[in-house]
């Protein structure tokens, strides 16, 4: 998808294969934030369940 144009609390996207135009609400509402997030974790799916199914590390 092609970014079209932004706006502080949403994007909205081109998508290539159909030419709609979707807009994502809240994208980049949390930039410039000291929030960390874990690489691999999927923002589109329930965000408790994917942290408890990691394994805790061996210490």
Do not use: C, F, H
């Amino acid at each position: 998808m092609v970014q079209v144009k932004a706006s502080p609390a949403s994007v909205t996207v081109r998508n290539s294969r159909t030419g709609q135009l979707v807009t994502v609400k809240g994208a980049g509402a949390l930039k410039g934030s000291e929030l960390s997030i874990k690489p691999g974790l999927d923002l589109t799916k329930p965000i408790a369940k994917q942290v408890l199914k990691e394994k805790p590390k061996a210490r």
